[in-house]
């Protein structure tokens, strides 16, 4: 861990408190009309950083929690928290991050550095994704082209607006939440999305 790092880890709690205060980034969007996805989501792959490629179909009958993340972010602390919610729910959720740089840089290392930073710092076991474009260019993510595709997931068109953006999708494979950055994984609002 950089010096960066180890002091936005300290600071974390700090800036989710600031966050709260000021409403950034504190945005929660839930598919209220049960809005079904015109494409499956199961039709999707994951390339994971270990060069693998994953069907999202093997997470059928789960609720998936798909974020964005990167290692040089205010928000790098909710690695822990992730990693505390998978633990807490693995037999009916799967966490999966996609690595990303889209946001003021915060993510230059290679595939092998992220996994080996976010092994050592924060015991993350859930998947990591190959590091990619989360925001929308032609070179996005087709995960996250589907999530802010209101033509494919069926509602919402709400794109990342910072690193830790997550979006639920339940067992069925339908979008059913948006959480801000700011919105803990540990945060009433997301546990109650997943145990429901």
């Not at 729910?89 to 930073?117: S, V, W």
Request: charged share 20%.
């Amino acid at each position: 861990m950089t010096f960066k790092q180890t002091i936005l880890k300290a600071l974390y709690p700090l800036w989710i408190w600031f966050t709260k205060l000021t409403g950034k980034n504190m945005n929660i969007l839930s598919n209220d009309q049960q809005a079904a996805p015109a494409k499956p989501v199961y039709e999707l792959d994951v390339q994971l950083n270990n060069g693998q490629s994953v069907p999202l179909s093997n997470y059928k009958g789960k609720k998936l929690l798909l974020v964005n993340t990167a290692s040089n972010c205010g928000y790098t602390g909710q690695y822990n928290e992730l990693q505390e919610l998978y633990e807490r729910y693995k037999n009916q959720l799967t966490i999966i991050a996609f690595p990303a740089n889209d946001f003021a840089e915060q993510e230059k290392g290679t595939d092998e550095e992220i996994a080996r930073f976010c092994q050592v710092n924060f015991g993350v076991s859930f998947p990591l994704a190959r590091k990619s474009v989360v925001i929308n260019s032609n070179e996005q993510n087709p995960v996250f082209n589907w999530l802010t595709s209101k033509k494919l997931n069926g509602w919402n068109e709400q794109a990342p607006t910072w690193n830790f953006s997550k979006y639920l999708v339940n067992e069925e494979g339908v979008l059913t939440h948006y959480f801000d950055p700011s919105i803990s994984p540990l945060s009433v609002e997301v546990v109650k999305a997943v145990e429901s």
